[in-house]
Nanobody, 117 residues
Framework: QVQLVESGGGSVQAGGSLRLSCAAS????????MGWFRQAPGKEGERVASFYPGGATYYADSVKGRFTISQDNAKNTKYLQKNTLEPEDTGMYYC???????????WGQGTQVTVSS
């Protein structure tokens, strides 16, 4: 199995920054890509960013230019650097891992991000 553990959530004012971390363990050979999703209250879940083999990335239009996904292979850890946060970025952020374009076979437990105006 694959275990994903997120950290780094919290409360911040609009315009601030946060960095989320996702530490992977277990059968890490079972996935080739990792990503981040978010679930805001009353809204559908949204794929925020994905990181693919070779360094290719995906970002939702709503976060382009503000969020950056990166990895530390030595630590099996992925990061989501979030800058210029907006109240609309509030939600539960989930780390995912998998194969293919969506990268969503394995999930972490989520970390809450709250952005106040």
């Amino acid at each position: 199995q694959v275990q994903l553990v997120e950290s780094g959530g919290g409360s911040v004012q609009a315009g601030g920054s946060l960095r989320l971390s996702c530490a992977a363990s277990g059968s890490t050979y079972r996935y080739t890509c990792m990503g981040w999703f978010r679930q805001a209250p009353g809204k559908e879940g949204e794929r925020v960013a994905s990181f693919y083999p070779g360094g290719a990335t995906y970002y939702a239009d709503s976060v382009k230019g503000r969020f950056t996904i990166s990895q530390d292979n030595a630590k099996n850890t992925k990061y989501l650097q979030k800058n210029t946060l907006e109240p609309e970025d509030t939600g539960m952020y989930y780390c995912s891992a998998g194969v293919g374009s969506i990268c969503a076979r394995y999930w972490g437990q989520g970390t809450q991000v709250t952005v106040s105006s």
